[in-house]
């Protein structure tokens, strides 16, 4: 059966709107823009998408949830493929669905204006105390913190029940206060009447010292006691501060034998919080005890390529894969490289790539050595000629390899031809003169001239900036 376009669209939109809910409004925003349906012929779906970048990103993460849904609506349909077209990037371009009209949300976008979620505490107090970038969802799950994350929704799902307290542990930078926060968040949206109180034990120890000098410890008794959850940060700092702790155990107490939630993080388990009263730290263990674990490859690399989408940011998963094997302390640190990589490249105007991560390494970690660099490095040596950049780009805009290295001047050659000039000379290393001589015997500043432009392109220019991550990622740089 033949099928019109327009009903085509409704069906895409009609599975758009069945994907939306399932994934984060930027994920969706940002992949599924100015995608369409090109046909469906004998139950098998072809969708356009913009970019090279959006289709692996799509097939690779949505595939599953398109073909689906899109068996929802039509059970005839087999199978999804995933086809890039460039002309839906155009901006005069109307056959692409605009997706940001699909499920509009106005509600949503004023709660994300303000960063922290208002938490009561108790009758007539707020306070700003939980971020609600912490949540279970951003918490990025693998083989070696599925424990502590699974313990964190059993306690969020049903609070003051069998997991309690719920002490988490692990080194600095692992994830322990996103996890606790998360848990915070994730009642307030279940059981938004109930009463949370986060606080790290250095907060809790300067209120106690504040309350013994103020002489207003029933004021602080009561701003603790009246919670329904209490979140405790670092407990590990309460060594050595007798009154703190004896104020903790009584508040502990309390909570635990009226069936209150109690969660706990420290950077070692409690058998080894050596400093700590003893009483204390059997309590401790009560509940549930679970160790947060540096995350294996695979996870680290998935961690990275969800800060990426938080940032907006498109980054070649080689890139990511290189940064992840190079981390091996915390994620944390792990953040702070992308952070680093990301803003280097956009000060320079460019895509990150291996190389513009592996200076950052060395700018960060003098002596540490970088593993995959040299691999990666030989790798592109070996791989890529000139020709492999003209035969790609030549491919990717839909000009003859000949017309690239002709003398032809027309609209349509020339910044292709500068791209792959730029291409060359960047990721190949080659000299302006041999490029020259490549591309059909031109003078060095001709190529000196084109690589300029795209550099300086490269500055506004979001759309070329995609283009040439896509092309350099096709020939694997
Ligand atoms: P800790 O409290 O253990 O020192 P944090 O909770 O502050 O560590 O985590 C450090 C950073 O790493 C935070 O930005 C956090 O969001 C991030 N992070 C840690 N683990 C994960 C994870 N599994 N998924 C996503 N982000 C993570
Ligand atoms: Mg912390």
Redesign the pocket.
């Known amino acids: 059966m033949e099928t019109t376009s327009t009903s085509l669209t409704t069906l895409w939109v009609d599975i758009l709107t069945r994907i939306e809910p399932t994934i984060t409004r930027t994920h969706f925003v940002t992949w599924f823009q100015n995608t369409t349906i090109l046909k469906l012929k004998n139950g098998a779906l072809v969708i356009g998408v913009p970019t090279a970048i959006s289709q692996s990103w799509i097939d690779g993460k949505y595939k599953i949830k398109v073909l689906q849904a899109a068996q929802e609506i039509d059970e005839t349909v087999k199978a999804v493929e995933f086809k890039v077209q460039s002309r839906l990037a155009d901006k005069e371009n109307n056959e692409g669905v605009d997706v940001s009209k699909i499920a509009e949300r106005p509600e949503k976008k004023i709660r994300k204006v303000a960063n922290k979620q208002e938490v009561y505490i108790a009758k007539g107090m707020t306070s700003k105390m939980l971020n609600s970038?912490?949540t279970l969802d951003?918490?990025?799950?693998?083989k070696d913190?599925r424990l502590p994350h699974a313990a964190a929704h059993a306690v969020a799902k049903m609070p003051g029940g069998i997991y309690n307290p719920l002490y988490i542990y692990?080194?600095?930078?692992?994830?322990?206060?996103?996890?606790l926060q998360s848990i915070g968040n994730e009642i307030l949206n279940l059981y938004p009447s109930k009463t949370i109180r986060y606080v790290t034990a250095e907060k809790f120890v300067s209120e106690v010292v504040k309350s013994i000098l103020g002489r207003d410890m029933a004021k602080f008794k009561e701003q603790y006691r009246n919670v329904d959850v209490l979140l405790l940060?670092d407990v590990q700092f309460f060594a050595k501060k007798d009154s703190s702790q004896q104020e903790f155990f009584h508040t502990f107490n309390e909570l635990y034998d009226s069936n209150k939630q109690i969660v706990l993080?420290s950077d070692r388990p409690p058998s080894e919080l050596d400093d700590l009263d003893k009483r204390l730290t059997s309590r401790f263990g009560m509940g549930m005890v679970t160790e947060?674990l540096l995350?294996d490859l695979e996870?680290k690399i998935a961690?990275l390529q969800?800060?990426c989408m938080e940032h907006g940011a498109l980054v070649d998963n080689e890139v990511l894969e290189f940064i992840a094997a190079n981390i091996n302390s915390?994620?944390?640190e792990?953040?702070g490289v992308l952070r680093q990589v990301l803003a280097e490249a956009h000060l320079e105007n460019r895509v990150p790539t291996v190389r513009s991560a592996a200076g950052v390494f060395k700018k960060l970690f003098k002596a540490q050595e970088i593993i995959g660099f040299e691999i990666e490095k030989k790798r592109r040596e070996n791989a890529a000629t000139t020709r492999d950049v003209l035969e790609i780009v030549s491919e990717y805009y839909r000009v003859p390899i000949e017309d690239l290295i002709s003398e032809k001047r027309t609209k349509e050659i020339l910044m292709p031809r500068q791209i792959c000039m730029y291409i060359v000379r960047h990721e190949l290393d080659h000299s302006l003169e041999k490029i020259g001589e490549d591309f059909g015997g031109r003078n060095h500043t001709t190529v000196m001239n084109a690589c300029k432009k795209i550099v300086q392109k490269l500055k506004g220019d979001e759309r070329l900036v995609r283009d040439i991550n896509a092309i350099k990622r096709e020939m694997g740089l």
């Open positions: 970038r912490y951003t918490f990025v799950v693998g913190n692990g080194g600095v930078g692992l994830g322990k206060t996103h996890l940060d993080t947060l995350p996870t961690i969800s800060k915390n994620v944390r792990l953040e």
